[in-house]
């Protein structure tokens, strides 16, 4: 059974301050994953995806991610934080047509 | 703006009654996914439909069921409603079953 983890449920930074959400997964072949952005009442807009071939991948608005098979991570980084960025972060693993969502990490950002 | 609309918007309804929702995939999109949102259990994959066949099956009641129709627009039906299944409802499609999914903006379902 494939299953996805996001350790952090809330997370505080200053704007400016770097970011990383952490994202651990459990499959048993190389996955497929993503990560979702959610404002509050919006829909989910895709940040960036990781299928194969080179394990540091970029996104939208400045987000980048590392997959490391040995760890089963897949954690998402930001070198600076901005305002807007404040939101819930799912990290997805899909398989088959079938996604497991990880249970979101909150960020709030403080001016 | 994903593509993805999802009608309606808002729907409040009683126990024991059945609502259809209503999804409407980004163009050329085949697949489509459907997903409940809630306080307690998050985001929960229910199922996915792929050119109009059952693809993939998530953590789906009996009491709901979905389908796809030649156009390709879907539609998810609940019925008996609970209190419980008062839930933000999201679509999503994609061009294939693990590529991205571009979800739309959802349905937000209150039974009293």
């Known amino acids: 059974a494939q299953s996805v983890t996001q350790p952090d449920i809330h997370i505080t930074v200053s704007e400016g301050a770097s970011l990383e959400l952490r994202c651990n997964y459990s499959?048993?072949?190389?996955?497929?994953l993503f990560w979702y952005v959610q404002s509050p009442g919006q829909g989910l807009q895709l940040l960036l995806k990781y299928f194969s071939g080179d394990t540091l991948v970029q996104g939208i608005k400045g987000f980048e991610a590392e997959f490391k098979r040995s760890q089963s991570s897949f954690n998402l980084r930001k070198p600076s934080v901005h305002w807007s960025d404040a939101a819930e972060y799912f990290c997805v693993l899909t398989n088959a047509g079938k996604s497991t969502f990880g249970d979101g990490t909150t960020l709030t950002v403080k001016p | 703006d994903s593509g993805v609309t999802q009608t309606p918007k808002h729907l409040i309804t009683a126990t024991g009654q059945r609502v259809t929702l209503r999804c409407s995939p980004r163009?050329?999109?085949?697949?489509v996914y459907w997903y409940q949102q809630s306080l307690d259990q998050g985001l929960q994959f229910l199922i996915q439909y792929y050119n109009g066949e059952e693809r993939a099956k998530g953590n789906i009641l009996e009491r709901f069921s979905a389908q796809q129709f030649p156009d390709l627009h879907s539609e998810l039906n609940l019925s008996s409603l609970e209190l419980g299944d008062s839930a933000l409802y999201f679509c999503?499609?994609?061009?294939?079953?693990?590529?991205?999914?571009?979800f739309g903006p959802g349905t937000r379902l209150t039974v009293l």
């Open positions: 163009s050329g999109d085949l697949s």
């Open positions: 499959y048993g072949a190389t996955p497929y």
């Open positions: 999503a499609s994609s061009s294939g079953s693990n590529n991205e999914q571009f």
